[in-house]
């Protein structure tokens, strides 16, 4: 009759395979998932039956755990046969489900030994003992403590963790070294419980302690290999609104001298137009229409700040193609104290932001107004507009994008947020009532109140 050790490796590729899939059910999978999965639950299930045990190095430290691990690195292909991600998003999901796994065997051990006052049947399992069916009522309390505690670890690391893991994530870790460790430290933690089942002679108490030890080493693990994917998206981000910055600053550059072009261009050419209009014959009504037109392009916005008069003036143009109103009242000289890029980028996100919600609305409704004031020794921005349908937030409080397409969208607010950050400064966003508000308070440097104050 097989022994233990037999059906307990059948019974862990069940648990690895189902950890597995806590953790990748939301990626995005391939043609024909349901007999691809079925497929690899069948390979996996089928090794690990015909794994060999039954004779005495079976019963040793170094053999169980590299029986284990195969088992578990079989998972990886079929990951990959499953699934259409990169290798490393596959290993990141594969070990948070081993370190799952590992987490719930623990704790049903804890468990077990707490409820019977002995050792864990589970650690006979290990062993290539006998095995010996009853349904007496500690084999029951067995079953049903063993189906609890996994239930239980599962159910908590979906909550903590794999609930983090959205649909169509880019889970690329940067730190290869990183990832490297946590792995190694999974592993060691894994040979040093086989170390304690096979060769340690500890006392009751001291199993507890190591139950409790290798739990917390589990959860100490996870929180390790899930930071460094929050560390990584961040990274991430970061990047991409440092590419989005650069990209601002060289059309800020650009809009500078086109504007100057073309407001040179509007200028002689209003002159001009009147000389042909003294020379020739041609009605007053044709000529106050193309002075009007050219006036479109010839709208300079004077607010006491130059950064801020060439995106406004640039607003401008884009409001009236569209047909949009744009309202400002604005004391440039109140952002005296922000860099022209940072200028440029927070008012730019946030006026192409507006524009493009009110588009959607009819022509009576298309309107986005500006206001920037000082008071004090604070200086606040709003900008209003109204909007069509709903905004939703995600988790760090920004309203979800409803652009797709490019790399950049979805960070124009979060560009808001840091550039006003940089200068101390702080954001709100509400969207009630069909008007969306975008307020932002920033503080005047001291140095600039002192010299102020001296004049």
Not at 66 to 76: D, P
Not at 284 to 303: G, L, P, Q
Request: contains cysteine.
């Amino acid at each position: 009759m097989p022994g233990t050790l037999f059906w307990y490796k059948i019974l862990f590729a069940v648990e690895i395979l189902v950890a597995e899939f806590l953790f990748t059910f939301r990626l995005k999978k391939r043609r024909h998932f349901p007999l691809r999965f079925a497929a690899t639950c069948a390979s996996v299930i089928a090794v690990a039956a015909a794994f060999p045990v039954g004779f005495d190095f079976a019963d040793t430290v170094w053999y169980s755990s590299l029986m284990f691990l195969l088992l578990f690195a079989l998972t990886l292909p079929g990951l990959c046969l499953c699934y259409e991600e990169r290798f490393t998003s596959l290993f990141f999901c594969a070990m948070a489900g081993y370190t799952t796994q590992h987490f719930a065997y623990e704790l049903a051990n804890l468990f077990l030994s707490l409820i019977l006052q002995a050792r864990s049947p589970l650690l006979g399992m290990y062993q290539d003992e006998d095995i010996v069916f009853g349904w007496d009522s500690e084999t029951l309390l067995f079953i049903v403590g063993y189906l609890l505690c996994y239930f239980a670890a599962y159910t908590a690391m979906y909550y903590f963790f794999s609930r983090r893991i959205k649909e169509g994530a880019d889970m690329r870790v940067r730190s290869k070294s990183m990832m490297f460790l946590i792995a190694a430290g999974l592993f060691a933690d894994i040979v040093l419980n086989s170390v304690l089942v096979y060769l340690a002679d500890t006392d009751f108490t001291g199993e507890i302690v190591n139950y409790m030890t290798n739990m917390l080493c589990c959860a100490l693990l996870m929180y390790a290999l899930f930071g460094l994917l929050r560390t990584s998206e961040a990274e991430e981000k970061l990047a991409a609104e440092r590419r989005l910055r650069r990209k601002e600053r060289e059309q800020y550059e650009m809009s500078k001298a086109n504007i100057d072009l073309i407001n040179t261009k509007c200028h002689d050419m209003r002159h001009q137009l009147r000389e042909i209009g003294k020379v020739r014959s041609m009605p007053e009504e044709a000529i106050r229409e193309m002075e009007s037109a050219i006036s479109m392009y010839d709208a300079v916005v004077k607010t006491g700040n130059v950064a801020l008069d060439i995106v406004l003036t640039e607003k401008s143009m884009q409001c009236a193609a569209a047909g949009v109103r744009l309202t400002c009242i604005a004391d440039g000289e109140a952002l005296s104290f922000m860099s022209e890029a940072d200028i440029y980028s927070m008012f730019g996100n946030a006026l192409d932001n507006a524009i493009d919600a009110v588009r959607l609305l009819g022509e009576d409704e298309r309107v986005v107004s500006l206001k920037i004031y000082r008071s004090g020794d604070m200086v606040s921005i709003g900008v209003k507009n109204p909007y069509s349908g709903s905004v939703s937030f995600d988790d760090d409080g920004f309203p979800h994008t409803t652009k797709g397409g490019t790399d950049y969208h979805g960070f124009g607010v979060r560009s808001i947020f840091r550039t006003a950050e940089k200068y101390g400064g702080s954001v709100s966003v509400r969207a009630d009532g069909g008007t969306f508000a975008l307020g932002i308070v920033l503080p005047v440097p001291e140095h600039r109140q002192t010299e102020e104050s001296a004049e």
